[in-house]
T-cell receptor
Framework: GAVVSQHPSWVICKSGTSVKIECRSL??????MFWYRQFPKQSLMLMAT?????????EQGVEKDKFLINHASLTLSTLTVTSAHPEDSSFYIC?????????????FGAGSRLTVL | GENVEQHPSTLSVQEGDSAVIKCTYS??????FPWYKQELGKRPQLIID?????GEKKDQRIAVTLNKTAKHFSLHITETQPEDSAVYFC?????????????FGKGTSLLVTP
């Protein structure tokens, strides 16, 4: 089945630094990837939709300059949290949508837990 | 946009009993309804899904029903086991080649006690 790899699984950084999270589809080409944010005991909140070769579409209230998304290839999307602050601490999960008959099924990465000190 | 409501937020059942989680959606154009199970600290895993041209789908102990008129769908788990304990999320989406995102409900924390 489809596998999505997300890295790093956890990261601790100082306030003001930037952190990059990678999301890779390992055995399929992901035309679309989605980035979600999940606070403890809460649901998955869509942050942005990333389409290969074009600009990401951000959800209302998500700062595009704060959360930079790049989807340069059909197998890799990156989320960069710029100038991170403690309130950015969260669990970030990417998901990828395949092609053809698998286009409607989302496969999730394992998530990245970000802690900003 | 789509708004998905999920109830209950917590559910505790005894092993062997059935569990039912209900969701409603607002966008009548939504046509794809998956259910995800998320164990603590892990990624959500798809457990079953249903499309709008079907009213019910079953996979062993798990079943999902869809009422398009009322815009609600439900997850039914029979003969629950302790390993069914997890957070379950319903979601709704418009299925198309352009890749619509899933809109998730707030989740139901299911606890199955031995």
């Amino acid at each position: 089945g489809a596998v999505v790899s997300q890295h790093p699984s956890w990261v601790i950084c100082k306030s003001g630094t930037s952190v990059k999270i990678e999301c890779r589809s390992l055995d399929f080409q992901a035309t679309t990837m989605f980035w979600y944010r999940q606070f403890p005991k809460q649901s998955l909140m869509l942050m942005a939709t990333s389409n290969e070769g074009s600009k990401a579409t951000y959800e209302q209230g998500v700062e595009k300059d704060k959360f930079l998304i790049n989807h340069a290839s059909l197998t890799l999307s990156t989320l960069t949290v710029t100038s991170a602050h403690p309130e950015d601490s969260s669990f970030y999960i990417c998901s990828a949508r395949g092609q053809g008959s698998g286009a409607n099924v989302l496969t999730f990465g394992a998530g990245s837990r970000l802690t900003v000190l | 946009g789509e708004n998905v409501e999920q109830h209950p937020s917590t559910l505790s059942v005894q092993e062997g009993d059935s569990a039912v989680i209900k969701c409603t959606y607002s966008d009548s154009a939504s046509n794809y309804f998956p259910w995800y199970k998320q164990e603590l600290g892990k990624r959500p895993q798809l457990i079953i899904d249903i499309r709008s041209n079907v009213g019910e789908k079953k996979d062993q102990r798990i079943a999902v029903t869809l009422n398009k008129t009322a815009k609600h769908f439900s997850l039914h788990i029979t003969e629950t086991q302790p390993e069914d304990s997890a957070v379950y999320f319903c979601a709704a989406s418009i299925s198309s080649n352009s890749g619509y995102a899933l809109n998730f409900g707030k989740g139901t924390s299911l606890l199955v006690t031995p």
